[in-house]
Each structure stands twice: as structure tokens, then as C-alpha cells.
């Protein structure tokens, strides 16, 4: 992260607001000593809003009050378009429903992914859940030793999306490299080549559907309605890389970051491992501090809000991230605290657009903290080697190498 001096400012902005931050790849990222980290040095830099000259230029908001009220506003900070840097193509890639669609015609789309997605129907598949948690831990348990990330946090959320979804297990590897690629990759041509994969593979999978109907989440979308009407091809594309991206990636790194932190805080781990009740609490402030997923909109027109003039055509980030660590929100914000009485956190962003998959985000992080700390001994970073993380629409982890006393 830069400062204005090396920079020309852009427009009329307050010199004061400009900041060069590359949300991709930025040098904060290293120097901070990781992302969880980075967000706390950007708190404390760079005011609730400000002007970043990286990537062609947006708003970053990062204020949680403004980040809220940002996300309500879905008339000046819309999801018609989101792509920072735009991408040449963006005018013919597919809308992803109803990501990319603001109220009113939000709701109709979004209703029937609200059905699939509550709490009841979620925790039907708690013990599926469990069964997936405790087969991957006790693969690497006896072993002291592991990439927690490949071993365990990567699979399991990915492998119960697979099922959901009525993918095959065999092609993991495959789902994963284009989800990470179309979301986090620092090349452009990368995240437009992994969005054609994904709409190819998905269009394979719809046809397969249509033709043979089975008991999954593709199947269901290719037979709902929206507004009376059935779903057509082009429609389901869109729910269905939307789920794609969304389920491939963002939980795994949730986990991920949630057990880089109680590897370096084993007091916090001995009271889990003494109070398993703590553990749902305990899960909404890992999540709180680690969040994982700032979203892009456009500025839709002339506007002084808040007392920045944003133009219509601006792109803009709501770092949720870094909103999430607003110290006159949260006392002591850059600290897990599970003694936190109300976490209010917005993880899973704010307003309509608030993550669909975050009932069962939820029961997966818990399932997965209560097996980990039953069966494996106090863990911690391995001494030799390197959690590597990157930024991007999702912050990511590539590696959590971990180490544990067996028995």
C-alpha cells in the first residue's frame, strides 16, 4: 500500500483520501505479516472511505456503519456490474442471479434459493457433515503433522458442496483450481479464462439434468419458477455459477483462517477443548475478526454520500473485512474475544445480499471445530513451514502447515 505521493490524484478527491491499495496482491499483505493481520494496519491508515489508485481506480468502504448503509443503498452501489478491474468481456458474461440484481427484481430471484438454504434444511446435514469431518481428520491425526488446508479445511466444506450440487467428487481438483482462479488469481486473462470453464462444465451439467433428473441442487434449480415462469437455460447458468464460486471457495478459506489463529493462541484452544459448549460463540467471533469476502459494486450515478462525491461508473469495494474490526463497534476489534457478549458481525455481508450459504457455513465451522479439538492434541504453525495467503473477492489461504503432539 502506497501513498498519494507516488500518484497522481484522480478527479477532484480530497488528496487526503487517496491510498494506493491493490485488494489482489498488495504489499500490506506481506509486510503486516499476513491478511487478518493487513486489515487492521488498512483500518488504521486509511479512513472509512477512501480513493484507491490500483486497478484503474475505485472507492474503498470500510467503516461499518458505512459499509451497512453502503449495502442497503443497492440504488447508488449496485451489482449490475462487478469486476475491478472491468474486464473487456464483461458485457457478454452471463449475470450471476441474483447476485447481479438489485431490488425490486431481486427478490423474486432470490426467494428460491432461500428455500434450499434455511437453517432446518441445512442442519439435515449435520451428520453427513460430521461423518465428512471426522473421516478427514483422523486421516492425518496419528501423523503430528499436516497442510491442514489441503488435508482437511479445502475438502471438506468443497466435498459437501460436490454432494449438494450433484457434482462428482472425483473431479475436486478440477472445481477447485477454476474456482480459485476465477476469484482470486492476480492475472486477468486467469479469471476470465476460469469463468468460461466454469460456464462450460455447468452447461454440461444442466443438459445432464434437463435429460435425467436426479435428487441434487442443479436439478432443483432447472425446475424452479420465477415470477411464475419457469427457469430457462440462461437462468440457471446464472444460479448455478454463482453457487459454483460462492460454494468452492469461501468457506474452506473461513476455516482456514479460523485455525491459523487458535494454532497461535493455544489458550484459547485448551478452553474450547474444556468448554465444547463455547464453540457456536466462539465460531461467530473467529468470523467476525476473520472474514473473508469483500464484494465490488458501481456507483450508478452522481451522488455526494456521506460527504464523498462519487460519480456515476465508479467502481467500488465494501471491504467487509476490515469493516468488521470498526474499533467504535467492537471494543478491542483487532482481538478474538469469545467472553464478546453481542457479535453483531457482518461476515456474510449486509443487506439483500447477505450470503444464502451462511446457515450451513455456519454448522460446517462449528462441526468442524468440535471433531478437531476431540481429536487431535494443542496444534500450532509448523515451525518449518509457510502459511502462504492471497487476496482477491475471496482472502484466501494456499497453505496451513500445522503440527501436533501424538499419542
Not at 480530497?14 to 485488494?23: E, G, K, Q, R, T
Request: proline share 5%.
Amino acid at each position: 500500500m502506497a501513498t498519494l505521493a507516488e500518484h497522481p490524484v484522480p478527479r477532484d478527491i480530497d488528496p487526503a483520501l487517496v491510498i494506493d491499495y491493490d485488494f489482489y496482491d498488495d504489499e500490506i499483505y506481506r509486510t503486516a505479516g499476513g491478511i487478518p493481520e493487513a486489515m487492521v494496519e488498512l483500518r488504521k491508515a486509511a479512513p472509512d472511505v477512501f480513493w484507491s489508485t490500483a486497478l484503474g481506480g475505485y472507492w474503498v468502504v470500510q467503516g461499518y456503519e458505512s459499509i451497512v448503509d453502503a449495502a442497503k443503498r443497492t440504488d447508488l452501489f449496485s451489482s449490475v456490474k462487478m469486476g475491478i478491474p472491468e474486464r473487456p468481456e464483461d458485457a457478454q458474461m452471463h449475470q450471476s442471479a441474483p447476485l447481479n440484481y438489485d431490488p425490486p427484481d431481486h427478490a423474486a430471484l432470490r426467494t428460491p434459493l432461500n428455500t434450499v438454504f434455511t437453517p432446518t434444511q441445512m442442519y439435515r446435514r449435520v451428520d453427513q457433515i460430521r461423518d465428512l469431518a471426522i473421516d478427514l481428520i483422523e486421516s492425518v491425526a496419528p501423523l503430528g503433522k499436516a497442510d491442514m488446508f489441503e488435508a482437511v479445511t479445502e475438502r471438506m466444506p468443497v466435498l459437501i458442496f460436490i454432494d449438494l450440487m450433484g457434482l462428482d467428487r472425483a473431479d475436486f481438483k478440477t472445481y477447485r483450481t477454476i474456482a480459485t482462479a476465477g476469484i482470486s488469481s492476480t492475472d486477468m486473462q486467469e479469471r476470465i479464462d476460469a469463468g468460461r470453464e466454469a460456464r462450460r462444465l455447468v452447461t454440461q451439467c444442466i443438459r445432464e439434468r434437463r435429460a435425467e433428473p436426479r435428487d441434487d441442487l442443479i436439478t432443483y434449480i432447472t425446475r424452479m419458477e420465477v415470477n411464475g415462469q419457469p427457469v430457462d437455460d440462461e437462468l440457471a447458468l446464472s444460479y448455478c455459477i454463482l453457487l459454483f464460486f460462492a460454494g468452492l471457495d469461501t468457506v474452506a478459506n473461513a476455516m482456514a483462517f479460523c485455525l491459523r489463529y487458535l494454532a497461535m493462541d493455544q489458550d484459547l484452544q485448551a478452553r474450547l477443548r474444556r468448554e465444547p459448549e463455547k464453540i457456536p460463540h466462539a465460531m461467530e467471533e473467529l468470523l467476525r475478526r476473520h472474514a473473508v469476502a469483500p464484494v465490488q459494486r458501481t456507483v450508478m450515478k452522481d451522488e455526494c454520500w456521506r460527504g464523498f462525491n462519487l460519480r456515476k461508473g465508479d467502481m467500488a469495494l465494501l471491504n467487509y473485512p476490515a469493516a468488521n474490526i470498526d474499533e467504535r463497534v467492537f471494543d478491542h476489534a483487532d482481538q478474538v474475544d469469545i467472553d464478546r457478549e453481542r457479535i453483531n458481525h457482518i461476515a456474510f455481508g449486509a443487506g439483500v445480499h447477505r450470503c444464502a450459504g451462511r446457515h450451513l457455513a455456519r454448522i460446517e465451522i462449528v462441526v468442524l471445530l468440535e471433531e478437531l479439538l476431540k481429536r487431535i492434541g494443542t496444534f500450532r504453525l509448523d515451525p518449518e513451514g509457510e502459511v502462504t495467503m492471497r487476496g482477491g473477492a475471496v482472502l484466501s489461504i494456499g497453505t496451513l502447515p500445522l503440527v501436533w503432539d501424538t499419542n
